[in-house]
């Protein structure tokens, strides 16, 4: 267990330093000693997020979810900027806004529903400003 701890919190430094292969190394050795391990999944997510690999970071930030990671807000919140990349706009909302669900004051989750709310009224706003079409 502490071998395990030891290699996702050297991920997460490998992470945070931007040193997105070294990151994926120690994560994914952390799955292969013991795959029940959701932080490991929530940060390869994040690290895949990073690196715009976004179907496979979807697909570990999944995994996070199903093992019961500690802080699920986060993994919605990475999620849903995976999903919005990959232009599932309806999906992203629906992650923000469950990251908001769980933590209702998290800064990050409310600035993007924020966007979304202003992009949107902006979009009906151009529409309802159009020339009627003939």
Do not use: C
């Amino acid at each position: 267990q502490t071998q395990l701890q030891l290699l996702i919190n050297r991920g997460v430094t490998h992470m945070r330093r931007g040193e997105s292969e070294s990151a994926l190394l120690d994560f994914d050795e952390v799955i292969r000693l013991d795959r029940r391990q959701a932080e490991a999944y929530l940060n390869r997510g994040a690290v895949l997020v990073q690196m715009r690999q976004y179907g496979p970071a979807i697909a570990a930030i999944t995994e996070a979810l199903g093992l019961g990671v500690r802080e699920p807000h986060k993994a919605y919140f990475n999620r849903g900027a995976a999903r919005e990349a990959l232009g599932d706009i309806r999906g992203a909302y629906e992650d923000y806004s469950t990251a908001l669900e769980i933590q209702p004051d998290w800064g990050p989750a409310s600035a993007e529903l924020a966007r979304f709310a202003r992009s949107r009224r902006d979009a009906l706003a151009t529409v309802l400003n159009e020339p009627p079409t003939r």
